[in-house]
């Protein structure tokens, strides 16, 4: 006879302890491999299996009476590096760990279907003795996934504020020069009207007039860009358009350089400048034709209809203000160089440029006249592979409760009047200009150089007063609320509006369009004497 008491208790606590060790083993989310110090298989949970997909059986576990050479991880080795994205990355660390068994080491492995496993290794020791090493893997496929989104997202919000930082930046710089432009060309013209043709002075001041122009149209790329240029919109057939553009492309490229058109029928009807998108486009077209440079090449003008879905304004690099719904697309590709990812961040930048002589305003004016029009530009481009502008245009019903603008014309017949025009400008020098037209025109003059003054100067001589020339941007109030000011004094008055805004922008601020006439700064003295005409007529 002999007492197993102890041992028999002693024996049940350990298949207790071991029970409740395998117990936790399994409950865990994580994979664990359990490896001796030769890498050979000691033990292993099913979560393990799942994540590495191993079939059932695969991996036997000591004890199970497989002999040993059958239980080395050679064969999972094996069957991991068949998954994974950089599997000779993955054995280098696996052979340096088994060189080092007091080493401890984390990474993140990445898969060829997608997925992403965070994985630990930890030394297993017992008495301070490395006696194997313990694996373990945690599927962060979902959690990277997002991580990846917010960034992306982040990026994209860094890059909307920039360029709306950017396009007030421009809009006002743009701004300014049209004052000092309003300014320089007006009084040109005045002393032109009063030179002789045949006058030496007459040719330089011709020059004048032309580098105004010229700086002028600088400008409006610059306005276009912050969305405040000057736009006047009617329904628009986007192919037919584009179809003009073809033309007008193949002559404006070189003879290396073919244009294909890829027009689609009966597209629906967007609401749009003319003007400014073709102007748009042209822009696409130039800067493709300089990316070919002197090799053959083709450039392919393409039209469509694209229905973006709310996911695609987050999965899609889509550039603008442009929101879910069906747009016209019309497209450029081009079989030039291509660019890389550096270079696609910069490229609407407002004077960013690769090219020697160019002025970095093709594509940022672009993109504010896409945006203008509530849509977006998106670009596909790898080195080597050309390059694709997509701009989309959303199809809008057009806006029937306010009258089409009419262009600003110039008039060359004299003409004259009487009468009194007050002159609201924070711009002395463009003050100067306003005035002497008006008394061109014969008309008495009264000026103000902020909102405060021109409403007290409006309250004194409200019933002399036959027309008013209103500055929109000045500094504490601005043109539209000295107009609501000044409608409440005298309903009738004419109010002619002289800004670089857009019209269709400048009655969204005065909320007004009865017995108001705009004019785009800078003007020539011609328009601004036409506006009066039609303002008093």
Not at 187 to 197: G, H
Request: hydrophobic share 40%; glycine share 6%; aromatic share 4%.
């Amino acid at each position: 006879m002999r007492d197993v008491t102890a041992r028999k208790k002693a024996e049940s606590d350990l298949k207790q302890s071991v029970s409740l060790l395998r117990a936790t083993l399994e409950s865990t989310a994580d994979g664990i491999l359990v490896v001796d110090q030769q890498g050979r298989i000691e033990d292993y949970n099913q979560r393990f299996a799942e994540l590495w997909h191993f079939a059932p059986g695969a991996l036997p576990r000591t004890g199970a009476g497989t002999p040993l050479v059958e239980r080395s991880d050679e064969n999972a080795i094996a069957h991991v590096l068949a998954q994974l994205e950089d599997p000779e990355a993955f054995i280098a660390r696996v052979r340096h760990l088994y060189a080092h068994p007091e080493e401890s080491s984390s990474d993140v492995l990445e898969f060829k279907d997608g997925r992403r496993f965070e994985r630990y290794s930890q030394p297993q020791t017992i008495d301070g003795r490395p006696v194997g090493r313990v694996w373990s893997f945690r599927d962060v496929t979902a959690r990277k996934v997002a991580e990846a989104e917010r960034a992306r997202l982040a990026e994209r919000m860094q890059q909307t504020q920039k360029m709306e930082s950017l396009g007030v930046l421009a809009g006002g710089i743009a701004h300014d020069f049209n004052n000092l432009l309003t300014a320089i060309l007006g009084n040109a013209n005045l002393l032109e009207s009063e030179v002789a043709p045949d006058s030496p002075a007459s040719e330089s001041l011709q020059a004048i007039e032309a580098a105004s122009r010229h700086a002028a149209e600088l400008c409006r790329q610059m306005l276009a860009y912050s969305g405040q240029g000057w736009f006047i919109v009617e329904p628009l057939d986007l192919s037919r358009q584009a179809a003009e553009i073809v033309d007008l492309a193949r002559a404006s490229v070189p003879r290396s350089v073919h244009v294909t058109p890829c027009l689609a029928e009966s597209l629906p009807t967007v609401t749009a400048d003319p003007v400014q998108l073709k102007q748009a486009v042209m822009n696409l077209v130039t800067n493709a034709a300089e990316a070919i440079g002197e090799r053959e090449g083709t450039i392919t003008i393409t039209t469509g209809v694209d229905t973006l879905a709310p996911g695609d304004l987050a999965s899609r690099t889509l550039v603008g203000h442009v929101g879910p719904g069906r747009h016209v697309v019309i497209e450029v590709a081009d079989t030039g160089p291509g660019m890389d990812a550096a270079l696609l961040n910069r490229i609407f930048d407002p004077f960013f440029t690769t090219r020697f002589a160019g002025r970095g305003l093709g594509l940022s004016a672009t993109l504010g006249i896409v945006r203008k029009h509530k849509g977006a530009v998106e670009v596909r481009s790898e080195p080597g592979r050309g390059s694709v502008f997509r701009i989309l245009v959303p199809t809008i019903e057009p806006d029937t409760s306010r009258p089409t603008p009419t262009a600003t014309t110039s008039t060359a017949e004299p003409w004259t009047e009487s009468g009194t025009v007050l002159v609201v400008d924070d711009d002395p020098t463009v003050r100067r200009v306003a005035t002497k037209v008006a008394q061109k025109c014969g008309f008495k003059t009264l000026k103000a150089a902020d909102g405060a003054e021109a409403i007290a100067v409006f309250r004194a001589h409200a019933e002399e007063i036959s027309c008013v020339i209103l500055d929109l941007t000045m500094p504490e109030m601005d043109g539209d609320q000295v107009l609501q000011s000044i409608r409440t004094i005298r309903a009738d008055v004419p109010v002619i509006i002289a800004s670089g805004h857009s019209e269709s922008e400048l009655l969204d601020r005065t909320k007004s369009t009865e017995h108001v006439l705009t004019l785009a700064k800078p003007y020539h003295i011609d328009q601004l004497a036409t506006r009066l005409r039609e303002a008093v007529g």
